[in-house]
């Protein structure tokens, strides 16, 4: 059984930095892309970070700068550092694991509030 379970959300104030995590089993993790995404309300799912099984990384314009993307393979886990936390950041984010366009799964997804 594919599991995403991803960590690391909460409220934070405006300039604040947080750390999220999301740890994958039941996958051989090492051969899976791995994204971020991110949902606010009322507005589509986007694309915030990708790395590839290679480590190569890719962002999105909105978080360019401030958002950094890494992965442990032998943790099965990816990160998501996030610091100059802005309002318009609040979102849920969820973790997401590809290795074909239809062999991808999906977490459940973390809180991020930004607010002071």
């Known amino acids: 059984q594919v599991q995403l379970v991803e960590s690391g959300g909460g409220l934070v104030q405006p300039g604040g930095s947080l750390r999220l995590s999301c740890a994958a089993s039941g996958i051989m993790f090492s051969i899976y892309t791995m994204s971020w995404y991110r949902q606010a309300p009322g507005k589509q799912r986007e694309l915030v970070a990708r790395?590839?099984?290679?480590?190569?990384?890719w962002y999105a314009d909105s978080v360019k700068g401030r958002v950094t993307i890494s992965r442990d393979n032998a943790k099965n886990t990816v990160y998501l550092q996030m610091n100059s936390l802005k309002p318009e950041d609040t979102a849920v984010y969820l973790c997401n694991a590809r290795k074909t366009i239809t062999e991808t799964y999906w977490g459940q997804g973390t809180q991020v509030t930004v607010s002071s």
């Open positions: 790395i590839t099984t290679g480590g190569s990384t």
